[in-house]
């Protein structure tokens, strides 16, 4: 149980970390990333296009077909299909992966009827990547309207290289690290050989979901995932992003605040259960703060704790069962089971029962009380690091107040009965001078993409009628 003072602790060392990631020079050994994206602006609402989505980033990988309708200021998702990602592949070399990537790309093109068609895609790859710009895309010819789409990109979007800095989740596919994703894409969009796609944008999926809400709410600056892992991104003042050469506007900084915590500035309120989850999972040593927080891990640390109760001789009579003890035993959904229920406890009964667990109805009680203080854990230090970020983006701008909007995703927000609620209350007492609302994000990050590829797109169009009407009216108002 985490007190209103040591979560502000945990939020003065987080804002530390925030400054140590986007300085010049410290951001190399930064445990918090502070990545800068290159997307220097949100929607207006004037986009428009047909766009292909592809978002990876969990056990199941899905592909999209958006089309975003400027007139009706809409974005339709007008298809999609979902593969699952067999937990070998995870693991396997990373060729595997993007071959099979490239086959759900190319089925679903063929059962649309798209497979002539060259449409730009967004991908929404929600891993940590350094994202950089090419320079020899501001060499190519600006009235050449490819090159004006290529270079607004690489301002805008991400450039064209995205090289994956880590997996994260799960994942541990070879040869991927330290490689450019959207290049490794490509390639096995050849190797596929029967159809080809246009630009490729590569973003976050807090980015993707700050743009997909974005779209739906302009004051939306900050997108924040909490599912099977988590992470936030907002816009800085380009001033404060040390390491790009630029001061003018803001820039969108995916923070990767999953690793905060990785050079031991949580060691004092981790546990003998975070540290036994941590040591167990297959990156030990990083991503920390993920670690106390989102759904592949909050399952685990509950029945970690269980399992010392039981072996204390505090529940089920000091017998634990073989599921109980298997590693990965306690499902994170059963939390949100096990909470949900306002009188009763029918949900827990049945859990505990399908364990193998030999239960009384104080049993029944105490693995709840279990559950809700791990998920208030989780709410709570999520919390504080969204408060971190509000704090800092009214202080940067010099503000009395700021309002702003979060767009949210994630598992474990959506789904946990009272997750949402109290984050929002603990926001509220460590920023109070901050309004702050929360926009669930519709469909997941996939649509995001599209809605970067369709902002890039915009932003070609208007560079290029900036271009075209050189010495023209210049009052035109869509400049
Ligand atoms: C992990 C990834 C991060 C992603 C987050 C939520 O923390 O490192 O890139 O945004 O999970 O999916």
Redesign the pocket.
């Known amino acids: 149980m985490l007190s209103l003072e040591v979560l502000q602790q945990v939020s003065a060392r987080l804002e530390r970390d925030l400054r140590r990631g986007l300085g010049r020079h410290s951001h190399h050994r930064a445990a918090v990333q502070m990545l800068p994206t290159f997307v220097t602006a949100t929607p207006d609402g004037t986009e428009k296009g047909d766009f292909l989505a592809l978002d990876l ?2 056990t199941n990988f899905r592909v999209l077909r958006v089309r975003v309708l400027e007139e009706e200021q809409r974005m339709v998702k007008m298809d999609s299909q979902i593969c699952a990602i067999p937990q070998d592949m995870m693991e396997g070399p990373g060729e595997k992966l993007f071959d099979h990537i490239a086959a759900c790309l190319g089925e679903f093109l063929k059962s649309q009827n798209l497979q002539g068609k060259i449409l730009p895609l967004g991908f929404t790859f ?3 990547c350094h994202q950089k710009e090419i320079d020899k895309v501001s060499h190519t010819h600006s009235n050449d309207p490819v090159s004006v789409f290529c270079l607004t990109f690489c301002l805008c979007v991400c450039g064209e290289q995205s090289i994956l800095i880590r997996w ?2 799960g994942f541990q596919c070879s040869g991927v690290e330290g490689h450019d994703v959207v290049q490794l894409l490509r390639e096995a969009i050849q190797r596929q050989g029967d159809y080809d796609v246009g630009s490729i944008a590569m973003v ?3 980015v993707g979901t700050m743009m997909s809400c974005g779209y739906r709410d302009q004051s939306c600056e900050i997108g924040m ?1 909490i ?5 936030a991104c907002y816009m800085e003042e380009m001033k404060n992003v040390k390491r790009v050469d630029c001061t003018q506007g803001r820039m969108c900084i ?1 923070t ?1 605040w ?1 690793g905060f915590g990785d050079n031991g500035s949580l060691a004092d309120i981790q546990t003998e259960f975070d540290v036994q989850v941590d040591k167990t999972s297959i990156n030990p040593g990083v ?1 920390t703060f ?1 670690k106390m927080i ?1 759904g592949m891990y909050l399952g685990e640390i509950v029945r970690l704790i269980l399992v010392k109760m039981t072996k204390d001789g505090l529940l089920f009579k000091g017998q634990a069962s073989e599921a109980l003890l298997s590693p990965g035993g306690f499902e994170t959904k059963y939390i949100s089971h096990i909470e949900e229920e306002l009188s009763g406890l029918e949900n827990g009964n049945k859990i505990l029962s399908n364990l193998g667990l030999a239960w009384e109805p104080v049993d029944v009680r105490v693995v709840r009380m279990v559950c809700d203080t791990v998920s208030s854990r989780s709410a709570r230090l999520c919390a504080a690091a969204l408060a971190t970020l509000v704090n800092r983006m009214r202080v940067a701008r010099g503000l009395e107040r700021l309002k702003t909007t979060v767009g949210v995703d ?1 598992s474990v927000y959506r789904k946990h009965p009272n997750f949402s609620a109290e984050l929002q209350a603990t926001v509220r007492q460590l920023a109070p001078k901050c309004d702050v609302s929360y926009l669930l994000s519709e469909d997941g990050s996939g649509k995001g993409a599209a809605m970067v590829t369709a902002v890039a797109l915009r932003l070609a169009r208007e560079s290029r009628l900036l271009d075209d009407s050189d010495g023209e009216d210049s009052d035109d108002e869509e400049q």
């Open positions: 980033g969990g929600s891993f940590p994260t989740k976050n999926d807090t995932i599912g099977t892992g988590t992470n995916n990767e999953g991503h993920e989102s994630g």
